[in-house]
C-alpha cells in the first residue's frame, strides 16, 4: 500500500529565515505530486505540482519554490520566510488525473 | 475562473440523523468529483469520490451527482459525533494529466449527542 510522509510535523521559524519541507511517497512509482498551503480558516491553495523528476509547475507566485529531486520525493524551500507564508503546508500525491492522498501536514508558524 | 461553491456551515445535526452537505461547480465540462473530511489540526482524508451521474454509496455515505445542474451532494445516516468535521468537495475538470484539483471552502458539520 502507498504512503505519503512530511516532516516536520510542526515548524516554528523567524521571518527572513530559510524553510525547507519533505514529503516521500512510497509504494508507488512515478506519482504526480503536489504542494498545498491551507491557511487559518480558508480552503486549500495549490502551489506547486510535479510529474516528474525535475518537473516542476508553479500555480501561485511567491517566494517559494519547489523541487523534486527524486521520483518519490518533493521538496518545498524558501530563501526568506514572510508572516505570511504561514499555515499548514500538506503534501499530495495522485496516480494521474484521479484521487490525490494527502500527507499528515507541517504546520508552519513564522514569528 | 473554476469555482467551487460550499456551504461554510456549520451544519448541525442530532446524533443518528441524515446530514447533507452540497456542492456546486462552475465548469460543466468537470469529468471527476471528490469528497473529503478533515478533522481539526489534521489533513484532508478522501472519503468518496464518483464520476457519473446518479448515486454511489459507501456504508454510512452517499455521494450523489447531477452533472446536468452541476451539483454534487454527500449524505451521511446515522450521524455520530465522530463524524463532526470538516467536509471538503473538489472538482476535476480535465484537460490537464497532472489533475488539479478545485477546492470547496469545506462545510462544517456538528453532530451533537
Known amino acids: 500500500s502507498q504512503t505519503i510522509h512530511q516532516w516536520p510535523a510542526t515548524l516554528v521559524q523567524p521571518v527572513g529565515s530559510p524553510l525547507s519541507l519533505e514529503c516521500t511517497v512510497e509504494g508507488t512509482s512515478n506519482p504526480n505530486l503536489y504542494w498545498y498551503r491551507q491557511a487559518a480558516g480558508r480552503g486549500l491553495q495549490l502551489l506547486f505540482y510535479?510529474?516528474?523528476?525535475?518537473?516542476i509547475s508553479s500555480e501561485v507566485p511567491q517566494n517559494l519554490s519547489a523541487s523534486r529531486p527524486q521520483d518519490r520525493q518533493f521538496i518545498l524551500s524558501s530563501k526568506k520566510l514572510l508572516l505570511s507564508d504561514s499555515g499548514f503546508y500538506l503534501c499530495?500525491?495522485?496516480?494521474?488525473?484521479?484521487?490525490?492522498?494527502f500527507g499528515p501536514g507541517t504546520r508552519l508558524t513564522v514569528t | 475562473q473554476k469555482e467551487v461553491e460550499q456551504n461554510s456551515g456549520p451544519l448541525s445535526v442530532p446524533e443518528g440523523a441524515i446530514a447533507s452537505l452540497n456542492c456546486t461547480y462552475s465548469?460543466?465540462?468537470?469529468?471527476?468529483f471528490f469528497w473529503y473530511r478533515q478533522y481539526s489540526g489534521k489533513s484532508p482524508e478522501l472519503i468518496m469520490s464518483i464520476y457519473s451521474n446518479g448515486d454511489k454509496e459507501d456504508g454510512r455515505f452517499t455521494a450523489q451527482l447531477n452533472k446536468a445542474s452541476q451539483y454534487v451532494s454527500l449524505l451521511i445516516r446515522d450521524s455520530q459525533p465522530s463524524d463532526s468535521a470538516t467536509y471538503l468537495c473538489a472538482v476535476y475538470a480535465g484537460g490537464t494529466s497532472y489533475g488539479k484539483l478545485t477546492f470547496g471552502q469545506g462545510t462544517i458539520l456538528t453532530v451533537h449527542p
Open positions: 510535479s510529474v516528474g523528476i525535475g518537473q
Open positions: 499530495a500525491w495522485s496516480s494521474g488525473p484521479y484521487e490525490q492522498y
Open positions: 465548469d460543466r465540462g468537470s469529468q471527476s
